[in-house]
């Protein structure tokens, strides 16, 4: 059976990115954070994950983004 699943979700194709959506005022979302990692001797940051505030000095985020 899955094979089968797998083929017709295939042949449907897929849409990449979020479909319907809108975007989010500053400070809508205000527990949502986004993570940045910015090298110092370079002065190059970038976007690397988000997490979640749980309160006032914790982040709750993945693993793999640490």
Excluded: E, W
């Excluded at 979302?29 to 914790?58: E, R």
């Amino acid at each position: 059976m899955l094979p089968l699943c797998y083929l017709l979700v295939s042949a449907n194709g897929t849409q990449k990115g979020i479909v319907g959506g809108s975007r989010a005022s500053n400070c809508q979302f205000p527990s949502i954070v986004h993570l940045k990692v910015f090298n110092q001797p370079s002065q190059y940051s970038y976007g690397a994950c988000g997490g979640t505030l749980i309160d006032a000095t914790h982040v709750l985020t993945a693993a793999h983004c640490l």
